[in-house]
């Protein structure tokens, strides 16, 4: 542009006399050709530039990098869709001093009464007579529980034990407390052959399995995991207690922290034996939870701890001669303000268990509605008042603290979510197991879905690769917690969920994920206009100057 | 325990019918700075007090504050905050916990905080750890305009940043309702663009209005509440009591005057499920009070039985230990007898070993530093010679 006018310019001085009429004068000698063709590759070269290192770099600068994410099969796990749950149970029959041909009759009469009544379509009874010892099938069966490898064995969910008792005076039926075992006492005499006893047995294992039956349909009810037809409706008192357990408990974690306080209200007593009570009371009952998660233990002891302003405190009661705590200050009664408690010790939920000793003047001290001492805060921890008896030193002892300790693994096992029944506390940590992989499994499941809406919706977040592999990582966990799900390894299938829920939430909460997501238009006029503005106006300029001459000059040749 | 678990239940129950939520959280941030803006931290800070009376503990409220209006050498009353002239209630002196002061309090940090995306290592006390049983109460004030809020006076959030953190709130299930209120100047803009469901929003003004300050301390030198939180304060201090008052929401938004807020304040119901009508039932301590549903432990007869369950299973324990010993025994004797031999090797072998291992050790360094020194004295000597010969060679 620059230079067709300095040529235009020069070439006037060079005419002479009518300097004075410039409209008027000879017109500019035409362009010489060297020079066009030297203005063209000049725009050109800019453009050029600008066509193949700007643009380019301005694209590969302000792209966002997203990964791409198995959008389909993280939408088949959220929708149900990619993996058929099943329980399969297997289920050992012995039968002393009968010989085996008999036992794998009464098995088998069993098992078809059983799948005959087929309203537990999740669950699967598989009765296998057991040729060996019920004992040591017994024993193998707890030491793979204990976390070994089992050999020869299969997992087997529970042992029923069938023994001829001549002194028995009808068919009965008792769990055993610490292993998975059904015993059935029956007479000789009056029950010969196995047609009788093939119905009550069959009941028994019925009822056995019925609340975990129910809170297994409670979990997957309004989950895309089953059709209608297959979970039954349930009772309202049955869902409201399957709810009230669920609030109660903590979210499955993989390490929970336990710690135990000791608050005295005044400065006595100062210390107490609580490594020895929680060896005595608590640790057996963490051993046998090892299974589930790991557990760490801290304690702590605090003195002349003082109520929250916020309550009302303590009121004496004449008649009783008793120091009164209402129920709505119980909420209120761990001072959160001044009490040192939930620290961070690490991944995973702490809970709190709190021993609070009165000062002497203000004890006894009791709850107001049941004359009680304890009480449960969920998803939190528990409370325990112990009222100062007379001969209180300066130290409890671990006589002292046992009937304090029972109470806290009581609470314990309330807070991590342990169903009522059955009996047995072992086979209900095995129904514990079960449900916690169903719920992982559909936590799992529910976040790939809510990831792969939130990728499709925020088009504007980057998705980094690690968020991919975790992906990844995830929807193959979780293909093999439901294969082995329905191959009844349980304990496996609860480590996959658990590997798979870890990895579906470290896929959804990546810190990178963040940023301010919107950017109006204005913004990007406002910040681009004045950038490359005066850069570019001078080069489209040229460059529309250039193709209308160009056009021109075809016009003249055509 | 079956006994004992089903009396807790039926307590559960009995409290559980009237509250659907289980925990209760409130978010209360200001984001202005500078002495002048003292009036957003009393509002905020005023609202943390109310929250921590009606119930709230410290660890679920999350107050940032981005400045220290306490401290600030301007405040005559140093140490103190006061939201009202006759400086009755000082705000800010005693049991106050920030979770984020000064420069912390940024877009981002707000945006992580809502959609807990924060990177390994942060404490749980600046989390918010809600799960799907909890109510969220997030109060915001500041400078604000058209669908944006000015943080700091440095960036700015928009309304469709908070829709979109709102949105992946909900996807995580990490609230049950959110009651949002806001006041900045034309604060019902900054939820318009919401789009979760579940959420109750309430601003202060109208779009194109501005929200007003309420009265200036003389001595304090500015302005110390604004307005509309003056009125809503008013109200949570003469008709919200206690934690279990009966006050609903609708009460609160038909306490609205007008004439005295000199600005259009608006509520926002389309998002809630029921819309209006559900969510003027609410009450209002259901989401500035605490929600605790403590289960009262009855009789003794559950800790009983669990005394023998526990008894039975230390012997179980024995059982086991005794059988892996035996199991472990049974295996194999050639193993005992190859254990054995292996120890007696390495007992007599081992100091020969250990004297090997050190002296091994110490020539190791020594050849590192050696070869080391070496490598440096050749690179000195060659750089001086080069100083030394270049000009001769050119």
């Known amino acids: ?558 | 325990m079956k006994t004992l678990n089903s009396v807790w239940a039926f307590l559960a129950l009995a409290s559980i019918a009237c509250a659907a939520h289980t925990s209760n959280w409130a978010v209360l941030v200001s984001t202005s700075r500078f002495w002048f803006n003292y009036r957003h931290l009393a509002n905020t800070l005023s609202l943390y007090r109310t929250v921590k009376r009606l119930g709230i503990p410290d660890s679920q409220i999350l107050l940032l504050l981005p400045d220290d209006m306490a401290c600030n050498p301007r405040n005559a009353f140093s140490g103190t905050v006061y939201s009202n002239a006759d400086r009755r209630m000082d705000l800010y002196g005693e049991n106050v916990e920030v979770d984020y002061r000064g420069y912390e309090v940024t877009v981002e940090n707000f945006i992580r905080l809502l959609t807990d995306r924060w990177e390994e290592g942060v404490p749980a006390s600046k989390r918010l750890q809600t799960d799907e049983g909890s109510n969220i109460l997030i109060y915001m004030t500041g400078h604000g305009g058209s669908e944006f809020l000015k943080f700091q006076d440095s960036e700015e959030i928009s309304s469709w940043d908070l829709a979109d953190a709102f949105s992946q709130m909900r996807e995580k299930k990490r609230y049950n309702e959110m009651l949002f209120m806001i006041d900045t100047c034309q604060a019902n803009t900054l939820y318009r663009q919401f789009y979760a469901p579940g959420v109750i929003a309430t601003g202060s003004s109208e779009e194109d209005e501005s929200s007003y300050s309420h009265h200036a301390d003389n001595d304090v030198g500015v302005a110390v509440i604004d307005r509309w939180t003056y009125y809503v304060l008013e109200f949570l201090e003469t008709q919200v009591t206690g934690p279990t008052s009966d006050k609903t929401l609708g009460d609160l938004f038909d306490s609205y005057d007008v004439g005295k807020i000199h600005s259009n304040p608006g509520v926002r119901w389309d998002l809630f499920p029921g819309g209006e009508q559900a969510g003027r039932s609410r009450r209002v301590v259901d989401f500035f009070g605490n929600v605790q549903n403590v289960e009262v432990q009855g009789n003794q007869t559950g800790v009983e039985s669990l005394k023998e369950d526990l008894q039975g299973l230390k012997r179980l324990v024995q059982d086991y230990q005794a059988f892996a010993a035996a199991q472990e025994s049974n295996k194999t004797e050639m193993s005992d007898v190859v254990q054995r031999r292996n120890l007696e090797a390495v007992s007599s072998g081992k100091i020969r070993q250990k004297q090997r291992h050190t002296v091994g050790k110490l020539q190791l360094s020594e050849n590192a530093q050696w070869a080391r020194q070496v490598a440096g004295a050749t690179v000195l000597s060659g750089l001086a010679a080069l100083w030394y010969f270049a000009p001769k060679l050119m």
Not at chain 1, 199 to 216: C, Q
Not at chain 1, 260 to 275: K, R
Not at chain 1, 284 to 301: A, G, Y
């Open chain 1, 1 to 558: 542009m620059s230079l067709s006018s300095a040529e235009e310019s020069s070439s006037t001085p060079a005419d002479g006399g009518s300097a004075t009429d410039p409209s008027h004068g000879p017109p500019p000698p035409p362009e010489q050709p060297k020079s066009t063709w030297t203005r063209r590759l000049i725009i050109l070269a800019f453009w050029a530039v600008i066509v193949t290192l700007g643009w380019p770099h301005w694209v590969f600068t302000t792209s966002i990098h997203r990964s791409d994410l198995p959008l389909e099969s993280m939408n088949r796990w959220a929708d149900g869709k990619a993996c058929q749950l099943h329980y399969p149970l297997y289920i050992g029959l012995a039968w002393d001093d009968y010989d085996i041909s008999q036992v794998q009759d009464l098995a088998s009469q069993v098992q078809s009464l059983l799948s005959a009544e087929n309203d537990l379509s999740l669950y699967d009874f598989y009765i296998i007579a057991d040729a060996t010892n019920a004992e040591t099938s017994q024993r193998a069966t707890l030491l793979a529980e204990a976390g070994g490898e089992l050999r020869g064995h299969r997992e087997h969910a529970l042992f029923v034990n069938v023994i001829a008792d001549p002194s028995a005076k009808s068919t009965s039926a008792s769990l055993r407390t610490w292993r998975p075992v059904l015993e059935v006492r029956h007479n000789p005499g009056r029950t010969v052959d196995s047609t009788t006893l093939a119905p009550f047995i069959a009941s028994e294992i019925r009822k056995v399995y019925e609340h975990e039956k129910d809170a297994i349909s409670h979990l997957l009810k309004d989950t895309p995991f089953t059709t209608s037809g297959q979970v039954e409706a349930l009772s309202p008192e049955v869902k409201s207690s399957l709810d009230a357990r669920r609030t109660r408990a903590f979210k499955y974690a993989a390490t929970y922290h336990l710690t135990f306080s000791l608050f005295t209200s005044s400065a006595s007593p100062s210390a107490w034996e609580a490594e020895q009570a929680l060896e005595e009371s608590i640790s057996p009952l963490l051993d046998r939870l090892s299974s589930i998660s790991e557990f760490t233990v801290d304690t702590q002891v605090q003195l002349l701890a003082s109520f929250s302003p916020s309550i009302a405190g303590p009121q004496y009661n004449e008649s009783t001669q008793e120091w009164k705590l209402q129920r709505t200050d119980l909420s209120g009664f761990v001072n959160a303000a001044e009490w040192p408690l939930n620290p961070g010790i690490g991944s995973g939920p702490t809970i709190n268990f709190v021993l609070f000793v009165p000062s002497e003047d203000q004890s006894p001290l009791v709850l107001a509605e049941t004359g009680g001492n304890s009480w449960l805060i969920p998803q939190w921890g528990g409370v325990q008042i112990l009222n100062p008896s007379g001969k209180q030193s300066e130290r409890l002892s671990a006589a002292d603290l046992r009937p304090v300790m029972l109470t806290f693994a009581d609470q314990l096992s309330a807070l991590l979510g342990l169903p009522d029944s059955p009996a047995s506390p072992s086979l209900r940590i095995t129904s514990l197991v079960r449900e916690r992989a169903t719920s992982l499994v559909l936590s799992a499941s529910s976040t790939l879905g809510a990831l792969a809406r939130l990728s499709l919706k925020l088009t504007s977040i980057a998705i980094p690769d690690s968020v991919a592999k975790s992906v990844d990582e995830t929807i193959l966990r979780l293909d093999e917690a439901c294969h082995d799900l329905r191959e009844g390894r349980y304990h496996r299938a609860l480590e996959n969920a658990r590997t798979a829920e870890g990895e579906a939430e470290q896929a959804f909460f990546e810190p990178s994920m963040v940023g301010q997501v919107y950017f109006p238009e204005e913004h990007k006029v406002a910040v681009y206009v004045p950038l490359l503005g005066p850069m570019a106006v001078p080069l489209v300029m040229a460059a529309l100057k250039e193709f209308r001459k160009l056009r021109g000059t075809k016009a003249k040749v055509a």
